[in-house]
T-cell receptor, first 114, second 110 residues
């Protein structure tokens, strides 16, 4: 099973460029998430979507936009990339209808902004 | 105050040792608790959920103390393959958000 698939796996951007990170899950999960992970900071939530058609800000939303295109897909867009957005980005999904429902992660996107 | 706090380590232990990781969470409304494992440059993966009565999975034992808002993970008979970063995770269920600790680094030495 594919689980959570993210593309691309690696990307280098110049300051000011834009790009969209794609995420899709095939587990029929209602909730999807975008995190960034930086050394010493752990995983920080950028945006999440509790269900198709809804999105909410997380801890660090500035500089990002998201789209929950349908139940399967949740994309993250950087409109004008900055060096501070150099990070590893993880997409995750979960069923979230009952307690002890885990989050499943994609393989990550390593983004460098120069 | 952070939602979830962990000792970052690193913990360097010999093969066969027993090692314990601790984690505290700040919000008493938290309802679901997990330990995830993350290998270098890989995605986090669920190691085990943590239940109120405590639970065991082979060499791994997880405990939850709701009164103290404290979670622990015990690894017995450490293997080289246990070397990784261990993430403590809590979820309030309402709000659909998972909160991650910064992780505890473990290296098991031959």
């Amino acid at each position: 099973n594919a689980g959570v698939t993210q593309t691309p796996k690696f990307q280098v951007l110049k300051t000011g460029q834009s790009m969209t990170l794609q995420c899709a899950q095939d587990m029929n999960h209602n909730s999807m998430y975008w995190y960034r992970q930086d050394p010493g900071m752990g995983l920080r939530l950028i945006y999440y979507s509790a269900s198709e058609g809804t999105t909410d800000k997380g801890e660090v939303p500035n500089g990002y936009n998201v789209s929950r295109l349908n139940k399967r897909e949740f994309s993250l867009r950087l409109e004008s990339a900055a060096p501070s957005q150099t990070s590893v980005y993880f997409c995750a999904s979960s069923h979230q209808t009952s307690a002890n429902t885990e989050a499943f992660f994609g393989q990550g996107t390593r983004l460098t902004v120069v | 105050r952070k939602e979830v706090e962990q000792d970052p380590g690193p913990f360097n232990v010999p093969e066969g040792a027993t090692v314990a990781f601790n984690c505290t969470y700040s919000n008493s409304a938290s309802q679901s608790f997990f330990w995830y494992r993350q290998d270098c440059r890989k995605e986090p993966k669920l190691l085990m959920s943590v239940y109120s009565s405590g639970n065991e999975d082979g060499r791994f034992t997880a405990q939850l103390n709701r009164a103290s808002q404290y979670i622990s993970l015990l690894i017995r008979d450490s293997k080289l393959s246990d070397s990784a970063t261990y993430l403590c995770v809590v979820n309030r269920n309402t709000g659909n958000q998972f909160y991650f600790g910064t992780g505890t680094s473990l290296t098991v030495i031959p």
